[in-house]
């Protein structure tokens, strides 16, 4: 249902204050490809990196959420994204396992940190997942993703770790080889993805769950667009979303533009570089 405001333009949007994790660009360069947007021939300005993440967190404390973090490590490049270090849920947290060596000291650092985040319960995990890259949380249930790096044992497991309803999705575009790329969570029961990405069956079953999604176009998917954060009603996107921004707005929401182009050479955006810290 929509609720409209007085005036009767546009719908109620209500935001909630969040908890995020984040790791400062401090170490990042593009020195792989681990995905089809990282060119390590292409120069990255680390400074402009760290300028733009710390203009990212600015945005977040100045709509009221907490921001806290973790200890950039040197040697790990991608850590700045922050959301591939876990999934937590109602204060129970499953860690990460990462699927490319390059990345695989980053999974104990997240999980030593997260045991310092004053959770219930934190859970080591045996399958390889790749923290919120590739599960969503839209509100009591799971949309987690397969088929580039997060093996679907990791749906199951998560789904008993944290005891929540998991759904699994099947990628099919290595550009948007994170659920994260492709589909977020807008509140507790509306999403916004870019159809393609999914095989058909992920997409019927999308349809099905989702009749109010709200659908980015090739554009917007390529410049990561999808990969934003709400707090239910403001929504963090890159500037370069030019098309979602509109529509959002259009549906009501309030987004919030910033910039990550140096964020982008490695194939990540606003989401991937926040942890949800929930419960
Ligand atoms: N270069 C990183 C990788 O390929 C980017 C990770 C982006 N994170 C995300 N949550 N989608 O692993």
């Known amino acids: 249902m929509t609720i409209l405001a007085p005036g009767g333009v546009s719908p109620l949007r209500t935001p909630t204050a969040r908890r995020y994790l984040m790791c400062r660009p401090d170490h990042f360069e593009v020195s792989y490809?681990?995905?089809?947007?990282?060119?390590?021939?292409?120069?990255?300005?680390?400074?402009?990196?760290?300028?733009?993440?710390?203009?990212?967190?600015?945005?977040?404390?100045?709509?009221?959420?907490?921001?806290?973090?973790?200890?950039?490590?040197?040697?790990?490049?991608?850590?700045?994204?922050?959301?591939?270090?876990?999934?937590?849920?109602?204060?129970?947290?499953?860690?990460?396992?990462?699927?490319?060596?390059?990345?695989?000291?980053?999974?104990?650092?997240?999980?030593?940190?997260?045991?310092?985040?004053?959770?219930?319960?934190?859970?080591?995990?045996?399958?390889?997942?790749?923290?919120?890259?590739?599960?969503?949380?839209?509100?009591?249930?799971?949309?987690?993703?397969?088929?580039?790096?997060?093996?679907?044992?990791?749906?199951?497991e998560a789904a008993a770790a944290l005891d929540v309803e998991v759904l699994s999705l099947e990628l099919v575009d290595p550009r948007f080889y994170h659920l994260d790329t492709c589909l977020a969570a807008l509140d507790d029961s509306t999403i916004a993805y870019y159809p393609p990405a999914f095989s058909a069956r992920s997409r019927d079953l999308l349809e099905a769950l989702y009749p109010d999604a709200v659908l980015a176009d090739a554009a917007d998917a390529e410049v990561l667009g999808l990969n934003f954060v709400s707090d239910g009603r403001n929504v963090v996107i890159t500037q370069e979303a030019v098309g979602l921004v509109a529509a959002l707005r259009g549906a009501g929401w309030t987004p919030v533009p910033v910039d990550l182009s140096e964020l982008l050479k490695a194939g990540g955006s606003v989401k991937c570089c926040t942890m949800e810290l929930r419960g």
Do not use: K, S
């Open 33 to 156: 490809a681990i995905n089809p947007w990282m060119d390590p021939a292409r120069p990255v300005d680390r400074a402009r990196a760290v300028q733009q993440w710390e203009g990212l967190r600015a945005t977040y404390e100045r709509l009221g959420h907490r921001v806290e973090l973790i200890e950039p490590v040197p040697g790990l490049p991608d850590m700045v994204f922050a959301a591939n270090g876990g999934l937590v849920v109602g204060g129970r947290a499953l860690g990460a396992r990462f699927t490319h060596p390059q990345r695989t000291a980053e999974g104990p650092a997240h999980l030593a940190r997260l045991r310092r985040a004053g959770l219930q319960h934190v859970v080591e995990p045996t399958h390889v997942n790749e923290g919120e890259g590739d599960f969503v949380v839209v509100g009591d249930r799971v949309l987690a993703g397969t088929g580039y790096r997060t093996d679907p044992g990791a749906h199951a």
